[in-house]
């Protein structure tokens, strides 16, 4: 579904000429009053805002402000400001140019970024990106499957494992077929951890400098088929697809060539499949698993989801509620995320919506050689052989807010429970409590 550039503009002869049918005087004048209640209260201008907001950034004339960007806090830097910012349709539609500065207080250090993105066509089906970036992030943390982004970044402020990072990288995504996306790249970056950690690759002296170089080239591939899109306002959106997602991301790590030194592979597939059924509601099963062969630092390796956080409780798609953020550390693993939705059936009031969810979320995962990696008691790390297993009940848009017609806000809330093998003997620290944040097209 298309809303075309300027439609809102056309005069009254050019609909006179287009419309297949006449207006009735009703519809003539619920459209009079609508033009001057837009012209009035400006709704296109807060139906953009809205729209914007959906994707974490906030227009400012010409450009777009990253709401992500301006607070954070972690052990390292400790409190931080920054500012991002990017150009938006009203410079050009087809390129779009960033930048970003941030401080942090407790490191007393800058770190900057920026892009330049380019668009080949429309509806961005090709485009290709040059960035840069220093920065911190993470350790072992970012997945590189093609998911869509979060419009709250938590790690922002459950980080302690953090790496200093300055990153280079050249990137083309193309339209493979219809329904299906690649991305290719040349990464090159260097990683320096802010942690005590060192890396024992044969088992021998470990590296002292404790300085890694990567340089990585990678596939990403997306498959959606029969997925439907809106575009409104420069912007489209998925509306989903009944058939299964497939994602696959292959890395290779080239040794010896602009300065890297580790030679690797990485593999990376999911699955996400939506099931919805008239009387019950909505099932949504989402799969994934990752294996690396060769052997690299801790910086490279997989860092199982955690998102427990007492401070900060929001839920997160695709992770684990009752996790510690740097608790399990894996070279291949699999998790499994299984969702239903009854949907509202109890009670459907114009701000209060209940729906009622259950989850249940699963990974098993191994560490091959785990002696290479040493690291302090207060940041060490767990393997995932036995599985680990947690259970949710959420109360989803217990509050339902319409945006201008454009996107609903909810909120809502529900509590997590850890249990088998890596069950806590202390009760209270296998439960943690969520709140939910739902933007929705309907």
Known sequence: MVLEEGAAQKDDTYWKHHRRDTLTAKEQKTYEVMGALNKKFGFDKWAKIGQKLSFGYFPLGKLDLDLNYLARKND?????????LRTNEEISKRFTVGAAAGYGFGDKAWKYAGNVLWLWDKKGDYQSEIRYSSDV?????????AYPG????LRNYLTANLDLIEEKEVA??????????????????????????????DLGEPDLDNIFHFTDVAVQLRYAYKENFIESFGQRVSLGTPYPILYFTYTQGLKDVLEGEYAYNKYEAAIAQT????????TRLHIEGGYINGSVPYSNLFLNRGNFSITIPFFVERSFQTMRTFEFLSDR?????ITHNFETRLVKGKYFRPEIEVSQNISFGTLSNAANHVLDEDVNFKTLEKGYFEAGLMMRNLLRFNFYNVAYFGIGGGIFYRYGAYHFADEKSNIAGKISLMFSLN
């Open 333 to 337: 693993y699999v998790n499994i995320f």
């Open 275 to 282: 099931l919805r059924s008239k009387y019950l509601g909505i």
């Open 150 to 153: 979060s419009i709250i970044d």
């Open 172 to 201: 083309t995504k193309i339209r493979l077929m219809k329904y299906a996306t690649a991305r290719l790249s040349l990464n090159q970056n260097r990683k320096i951890p802010t942690y005590n950690y060192s890396f024992q690759p």
């Open 137 to 145: 992030r993470p350790a072992a943390s970012r997945t590189t499957l």
């Open 76 to 84: 390292y830097e400790g409190y931080r400001l920054g500012i991002r």
